[in-house]
């Protein structure tokens, strides 16, 4: 594929690095007129239990919980393991994932991550378990799944439970398995940003039939029946009409996906062989989750920083996003924690430098795409 090397002037409008799938105006009235009629407006309505169904079938998986973010997903995903004491987990994530460790009252352990995959590194897991470790809680990033069989052989041997955060994994499969099928829990997103969405919400994923009664209750104020509130919990409902948003957003995710597969190959074309660009690595053993494209620029190769394209980028019209950078171990909250020190992490120090996500949503066309690459080798 040619690359323009005309001067690129700006995008006439702003281009975002996502933009979430918005149904027909039409579908959706359709949709809120059933909840009307039903007057139903949450706790476990009618729209809840199909989109419940409807996503154990797409993800593959024999439990599925739904929450109102994934965030207190993740929060009651502790809670229902009964996690304590320390959790192993990666400082290249989004700022939920330690977060809810500590609203949990549990010391995350920030773990380096592998250089080509940027997830937890599962060599290094081993040697971080101490006697108060409970759990690893890795992070899917990007949608790339973590080491899920090393990381099932050392929470064996330790007798450790394994959370994933699979907020950017929706539909990812590990040869045709789907990937909630590995660990105790994992968790997916569906804020509008992500590929699937009900504008806010989230859910979570399990093969355990007595952790459903379980994680039921607590994201319902742990209220068993009129007369009986057996636990502590909390209010992490779903309502009716982010799961009729849902049920309407599904008819679209496949379209989404494939128009999403034709930019993602638009760009890998441009940029395969740019020095100083690297992509993520090819796999063919697990599924795409299509939710973000992101390259890893080598300053030193490249001659740029990735902080000098990004701030560039806007100059053109093209706002991406640094995903993940500032690294969680870096936050003030964490900083202090001797496991956050640099000399723990330093292939998260130099990827949280390297990486930046660039637009990607179905109504981008490739031409688009090809200018946005055409940018990038103009700023070089
Ligand atoms: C990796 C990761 N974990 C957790 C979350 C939090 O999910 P939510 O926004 O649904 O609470 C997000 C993003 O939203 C994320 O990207």
């Not at 059933?34 to 199909?50: A, F, R």
């Not at 099928?181 to 859910?203: P, Q, R, W, Y």
């Not at 490249?302 to 640094?322: A, I, P």
């Not at 998260?348 to 660039?358: C, D, E, H, T, W």
């Amino acid at each position: 594929m040619q690359i323009l090397t005309i001067q690129n002037k700006p995008f006439d409008q702003p281009i975002y690095v996502t933009r979430p799938i918005l149904p027909s105006l039409d579908r959706i009235t359709e949709k809120l007129r059933e909840i009307w009629d039903s007057k139903w407006l949450t706790n476990n309505g009618p729209q809840h239990c199909l989109l419940e169904n409807q996503l154990k079938n797409i993800l593959k998986v024999p439990y599925l919980s739904l929450f109102n973010n994934g965030t207190i997903a993740l929060i009651i995903a502790c809670q229902s393991l009964r996690l304590t004491g320390e959790v192993i987990t990666t400082p290249f994530t989004f700022p939920a994932t330690p977060h809810v460790l500590t609203w949990n009252n549990i010391k995350p352990i920030f773990c380096d991550i592998d250089p080509v995959t940027m997830n937890i590194d599962a060599d290094k897991i081993e040697s971080m378990i101490t006697p108060q470790t409970s759990a690893i809680l890795g992070v899917h990033v990007y949608g790339t799944p973590c080491d899920v069989v090393k990381i099932q052989e050392i929470a064996d041997k330790y007798g450790l439970k394994v959370i994933y955060d699979a907020a950017h994994a929706f539909g990812v499969e590990i040869d045709g398995m789907g990937i909630g099928n590995f660990g105790d829990i994992s968790m997916m997103s569906f804020h509008a940003t992500k590929l699937f969405h009900t504008v806010e919400g989230g859910a979570l994923i399990f093969k355990e039939s007595n952790l459903k009664t379980r994680i039921d209750f607590l994201k319902n104020f742990g209220i068993k029946n009129e007369e009986e509130v057996v636990m502590p919990g909390i209010n992490g409902k779903m309502n009716e009409i982010q799961a009729a948003i849902g049920l309407v957003v599904l008819d679209y995710i496949e379209d989404e996906r494939n128009k999403r597969k034709v930019l993602v190959d638009t760009y890998k074309e441009c940029l395969k062989d740019v020095p100083g660009i690297k992509l993520l690595p090819k796999d063919k053993i697990f599924s795409k989750s299509y939710q973000y494209f992101v390259i890893r620029i080598e300053e030193e190769m490249f001659g740029r920083s990735r902080n000098y394209v990004y701030q560039k980028l806007k100059e053109y019209n093209v706002f991406t996003r640094k995903y993940f950078s500032p690294l969680c171990s870096n936050y003030p909250c964490y900083k202090q924690l001797p496991s956050a020190s640099i000399t723990n992490l330093p292939v998260a120090n130099i990827v949280a430098q390297q990486v930046l996500s660039l637009p990607l949503y179905g109504d981008l066309t490739p031409d688009e795409i090809e200018k946005i690459c055409s940018i990038l080798l103009e700023i070089k």
